[in-house]
């Protein structure tokens, strides 16, 4: 059933987002992937993919009501949308300014509503939707010099669980993944002995892979996960438990 479905993938042209983007064209969708900055990396990654890419501002929702209706022009009616876009600004709290606060949380938080608000009507009145967000670790335990971020990525949580129970009865699933430390270019500019301590707290003893959230991405998209609603996928290794 994925063949010809429209997938829009919020941050799909980089690390975690640019393998559910190819993972989803893999499975037969149609993908559009939203980016923020980088036009170099996005060219790049549509000359690799011939993935459509499209640039807005997923905290800005004039800006995503603009994208999307570019999306859905070129595309069609958007049927699974992952909410993935995200940045971060750490820094200790006593420290931090408002500046860093707010931009975190209007990339990773206020964008569940901007992205989400313009095709959730849609989707409602065609009966069917899948929306995914991809929330973090850090989001379910909190982590130090990541006030800002622990507070966006556990919003998205209690944001899926609530429109979970609106929009189950129109055929649409809300779920959200949760990653623990994933190798993308983030993580391995880690200092090696940092990320070294880091591997040494998962108990798979190794960091994940981001096609390996592609693969649970893929599978809350499909039909089979009709059933799934409102839940939290953690996959992190068995570092934490919720």
Known sequence: MAQGRV???TGGTRGIGAAISKGLQAKGYRVAANYGGNDEAAQ??????????????VGDYESCQAGIAAVEAE?????VLVNNAGITRDGAFHKMDFAKWQAV????????FTCTRPVIEGMRSRGFGRIIIISSINGQKGQAGQTNYSAAKAGVIGFAKALAQESASKGITVNVIAPGYIATDMVMAVAEDIRNKIIATIPTGRLGKSEE???????????????????TLTVNGGQHFV
Do not use: W
């Not at 595309?75 to 049927?79: D, I, K, Q, R």
């Open 44 to 57: 790049a990654f549509k000359a690799e993919t011939g993935i459509p890419v499209f640039k807005f501002d």
């Open 7 to 9: 997938a829009l993938v």
């Open 75 to 79: 595309l069609g009616p958007v049927e």
């Open 213 to 231: 959230i592609a693969h649970a991405v893929e599978y809350l998209a499909s039909d089979e996960a009709g059933f799934i609603n409102g839940s």
């Open 105 to 112: 949380i209007k990339t990773n938080l206020d964008s569940v």
